[in-house]
Protein backbone atom coordinates (compact mmCIF):
# COMPACT_ATOMS: atom_id res chain seq x y z
CA UNK A 1 0.00 0.00 0.00
CA UNK A 2 1.34 3.24 -0.85
CA UNK A 3 1.43 6.50 1.07
CA UNK A 4 -1.61 8.99 0.42
CA UNK A 5 -3.63 11.47 1.62
CA UNK A 6 -5.90 10.14 3.97
CA UNK A 7 -9.20 10.82 4.10
CA UNK A 8 -10.30 12.33 7.35
CA UNK A 9 -10.43 10.17 10.32
CA UNK A 10 -13.07 11.22 12.80
CA UNK A 11 -11.91 10.93 16.21
CA UNK A 12 -13.64 13.72 17.86
CA UNK A 13 -16.56 11.12 19.59
CA UNK A 14 -13.60 9.43 21.90
CA UNK A 15 -14.15 9.89 25.07
CA UNK A 16 -11.94 8.45 28.06
CA UNK A 17 -13.55 6.45 30.55
CA UNK A 18 -13.01 7.17 34.45
CA UNK A 19 -15.41 4.74 35.65
CA UNK A 20 -14.12 1.37 34.76
CA UNK A 21 -17.35 -0.03 35.42
CA UNK A 22 -19.12 0.86 32.69
CA UNK A 23 -17.35 -1.66 29.87
CA UNK A 24 -18.95 -5.22 30.19
CA UNK A 25 -16.79 -7.17 32.96
CA UNK A 26 -15.79 -9.92 30.41
CA UNK A 27 -14.50 -6.59 28.11
CA UNK A 28 -12.24 -5.14 30.70
CA UNK A 29 -9.76 -7.38 31.31
CA UNK A 30 -8.94 -7.16 27.24
CA UNK A 31 -9.02 -3.15 27.70
CA UNK A 32 -6.63 -3.24 30.48
CA UNK A 33 -4.17 -5.78 29.62
CA UNK A 34 -0.76 -4.49 29.60
CA UNK A 35 0.74 -7.05 26.66
CA UNK A 36 0.40 -7.21 22.74
CA UNK A 37 -3.12 -7.33 22.01
CA UNK A 38 -1.82 -8.98 18.55
CA UNK A 39 -0.26 -11.60 20.31
CA UNK A 40 -3.80 -12.53 22.86
CA UNK A 41 -5.61 -12.49 19.51
CA UNK A 42 -3.31 -14.82 17.45
CA UNK A 43 -4.30 -17.23 20.99
CA UNK A 44 -7.74 -17.49 19.95
CA UNK A 45 -7.58 -18.26 16.02
CA UNK A 46 -5.97 -19.91 13.25
CA UNK A 47 -5.56 -17.51 10.96
CA UNK A 48 -4.50 -14.01 12.09
CA UNK A 49 -4.56 -11.18 9.21
CA UNK A 50 -4.22 -7.92 9.10
CA UNK A 51 -6.12 -5.34 6.39
CA UNK A 52 -4.93 -2.46 6.06
CA UNK A 53 -7.46 0.42 5.10
CA UNK A 54 -5.65 3.09 4.70
CA UNK A 55 -2.47 4.78 5.54
CA UNK A 56 -0.13 8.26 4.87
CA UNK A 57 -0.28 11.36 6.34
CA UNK A 58 -3.15 13.68 7.66
CA UNK A 59 -3.73 16.09 10.56
CA UNK A 60 -3.53 15.29 13.88
CA UNK A 61 -7.33 15.03 15.38
CA UNK A 62 -6.08 14.88 18.76
CA UNK A 63 -3.31 15.92 20.79
CA UNK A 64 -0.54 13.29 21.50
CA UNK A 65 2.75 12.54 22.89
CA UNK A 66 4.98 15.18 21.28
CA UNK A 67 2.42 16.95 18.84
CA UNK A 68 -0.48 19.12 18.22
CA UNK A 69 -3.38 19.05 17.24
CA UNK A 70 -3.39 19.88 13.12
CA UNK A 71 0.02 18.49 13.27
CA UNK A 72 1.07 16.28 10.39
CA UNK A 73 1.02 12.61 11.13
CA UNK A 74 1.72 9.37 9.31
CA UNK A 75 -1.06 7.98 10.08
CA UNK A 76 -1.90 3.72 9.60
CA UNK A 77 -6.03 2.16 9.93
CA UNK A 78 -6.38 -1.70 9.62
CA UNK A 79 -8.44 -4.29 10.82
CA UNK A 80 -7.29 -7.41 12.75
CA UNK A 81 -8.96 -10.46 11.48
CA UNK A 82 -9.61 -14.02 13.38
CA UNK A 83 -10.12 -16.64 11.15
CA UNK A 84 -11.24 -13.69 8.53
CA UNK A 85 -13.78 -12.24 10.89
CA UNK A 86 -12.92 -8.10 11.66
CA UNK A 87 -12.52 -8.07 15.55
CA UNK A 88 -10.50 -4.75 16.25
CA UNK A 89 -10.14 -1.78 14.31
CA UNK A 90 -6.76 0.00 14.71
CA UNK A 91 -5.40 3.53 14.05
CA UNK A 92 -1.51 4.35 14.68
CA UNK A 93 -0.33 7.48 14.66
CA UNK A 94 3.35 8.16 13.84
CA UNK A 95 4.96 12.27 14.38
CA UNK A 96 7.86 12.83 11.45
CA UNK A 97 10.45 12.71 13.86
CA UNK A 98 9.64 8.92 15.21
CA UNK A 99 9.25 8.03 11.26
CA UNK A 100 12.68 9.29 10.61
CA UNK A 101 14.42 7.90 13.77
CA UNK A 102 12.80 4.49 13.83
CA UNK A 103 13.98 1.02 13.21
CA UNK A 104 10.76 0.21 12.15
CA UNK A 105 9.71 0.98 8.50
CA UNK A 106 5.98 2.13 9.31
CA UNK A 107 5.27 3.08 5.83
CA UNK A 108 6.01 -0.35 4.20
CA UNK A 109 4.58 -2.31 6.84
CA UNK A 110 1.74 -3.93 4.97
CA UNK A 111 -0.39 -6.63 6.09
CA UNK A 112 2.27 -7.24 8.68
CA UNK A 113 1.14 -6.49 12.13
CA UNK A 114 2.90 -3.74 14.04
CA UNK A 115 2.46 -5.04 17.87
CA UNK A 116 4.76 -7.76 16.90
CA UNK A 117 7.62 -5.02 15.98
CA UNK A 118 6.71 -2.70 18.77
CA UNK A 119 6.73 -5.52 21.40
CA UNK A 120 10.12 -6.92 20.13
CA UNK A 121 12.06 -3.55 19.84
CA UNK A 122 14.14 -3.49 23.28
CA UNK A 123 13.93 0.41 23.44
CA UNK A 124 9.84 0.46 23.76
CA UNK A 125 8.75 2.38 26.78
CA UNK A 126 4.41 1.87 27.37
CA UNK A 127 2.75 4.82 28.21
CA UNK A 128 -0.37 4.24 30.45
CA UNK A 129 -3.58 2.60 28.57
CA UNK A 130 -6.64 4.77 28.48
CA UNK A 131 -10.14 3.04 28.16
CA UNK A 132 -12.13 4.61 25.68
CA UNK A 133 -15.92 4.93 24.22
CA UNK A 134 -16.04 5.16 20.74
CA UNK A 135 -19.14 6.77 19.98
CA UNK A 136 -21.24 6.82 16.54
CA UNK A 137 -19.75 9.47 14.54
CA UNK A 138 -16.30 7.76 15.43
CA UNK A 139 -13.78 6.64 12.72
CA UNK A 140 -14.60 3.24 14.32
CA UNK A 141 -17.89 2.88 14.59
CA UNK A 142 -18.50 4.33 10.81
CA UNK A 143 -16.12 1.52 9.98
CA UNK A 144 -17.80 -1.17 11.84
CA UNK A 145 -21.69 -0.04 10.50
CA UNK A 146 -19.75 -0.17 6.61
CA UNK A 147 -19.12 -3.96 7.82
CA UNK A 148 -23.32 -4.24 8.68
CA UNK A 149 -22.24 -4.40 11.99
CA UNK A 150 -24.73 -2.46 14.53
CA UNK A 151 -23.15 0.17 17.17
CA UNK A 152 -26.26 1.81 18.70
CA UNK A 153 -24.52 2.31 21.80
CA UNK A 154 -21.12 2.34 20.59
CA UNK A 155 -17.96 0.87 20.86
CA UNK A 156 -15.26 -0.08 23.54
CA UNK A 157 -11.18 0.34 23.14
CA UNK A 158 -8.02 1.94 24.50
CA UNK A 159 -5.48 4.01 23.55
CA UNK A 160 -2.26 3.60 24.14
CA UNK A 161 0.86 6.11 23.81
CA UNK A 162 4.48 4.43 23.12
CA UNK A 163 7.94 5.74 23.53
CA UNK A 164 10.22 4.10 20.96
CA UNK A 165 13.95 5.04 20.42
CA UNK A 166 12.77 7.88 22.59
CA UNK A 167 10.51 9.03 19.96
CA UNK A 168 6.63 8.84 20.71
CA UNK A 169 3.72 7.58 18.78
CA UNK A 170 -0.16 6.50 19.94
CA UNK A 171 -1.82 3.22 19.11
CA UNK A 172 -6.24 2.81 19.48
CA UNK A 173 -7.23 -0.03 19.17
CA UNK A 174 -11.12 -0.72 19.10
CA UNK A 175 -12.90 -3.73 19.90
CA UNK A 176 -15.57 -4.53 16.77
CA UNK A 177 -19.72 -6.52 17.74
CA UNK A 178 -17.89 -10.39 16.99
CA UNK A 179 -15.02 -9.74 19.01
CA UNK A 180 -18.06 -8.62 22.18
CA UNK A 181 -19.64 -11.41 20.83
CA UNK A 182 -17.70 -14.20 21.60
CA UNK A 183 -15.60 -12.79 24.48
CA UNK A 184 -18.37 -11.96 26.22
CA UNK A 185 -19.98 -15.27 25.49
CA UNK A 186 -16.77 -16.81 26.85
CA UNK A 187 -16.83 -18.42 30.70
Avoid at 33 to 52: H, I, M, N, Q, Y
Avoid at 150 to 160: E, F, H, I, S, Y
Wanted: charged share 20%; aromatic share 8%.
Amino acid sequence: MTATTLEALNQADVHPVIDLTLPPGKLLPWLQDKGSLTLKLKALCRRFEVEPLQEGVGPALQPGPGWDLGQSLWQRVVLLKLDGVPWVYAITEVPGSTLASSTIDFPNLGNQPLGERLFASGSLVRGPLQVCRYGGRSSASLQAKKLGYPVADGLWGRQREFELEGQSLRVSEVFLPPAYQTLLLSA
